[in-house]
């Protein structure tokens, strides 16, 4: 059964930092890309950043230059450092776990971020 498992969200100010981490279990590291997506109240999911197998790493413009995706293939992990946070940053934040082969998509339950001004 495939599980994975958000933690590091909460209440932050503006220009400060966090990390998230994503536990995975039940999922072949080398199989799987593991991204993050956010959904702010009243919006629609959308895509943060993401990391294959290898360490190649995609980021949402929005994001690029201000956090980190890295991964940790022995513990199934992928972790996100955000820095220079902003309002707009407040999110609930979710991991997920690509099949290379499949396409299929798992996902977590998601971490509450929020950035106050």
């Known amino acids: 059964q495939v599980q994975l498992v958000e933690s590091g969200g909460g209440l932050v100010q503006a220009g400060g930092s966090l990390r998230l981490s994503c536990a995975a279990s039940?999922?072949?590291?080398?199989?799987?890309?593991m991204g993050w997506y956010r959904q702010a109240p009243g919006k629609q999911r959308e895509f943060i950043a993401a990391?294959?197998?290898?360490?190649?790493?995609n980021y949402a413009d929005s994001v690029k230059g201000r956090w980190t995706i890295s991964r940790d293939n022995g513990r199934n992990a992928v972790y996100l450092r955000m820095n220079s946070l902003k309002p707009e940053d407040t999110a609930v934040y979710y991991c997920?776990?690509?099949?290379?082969?499949?396409?299929?998509?798992?996902w977590g339950q998601g971490t509450q971020v929020t950035v106050s001004s």
């Open positions: 039940g999922i072949f590291s080398s199989r799987h890309a």
């Open positions: 990391i294959t197998s290898g360490g190649s790493t």
């Open positions: 997920n776990a690509r099949n290379i082969i499949t396409n299929y998509v798992y």
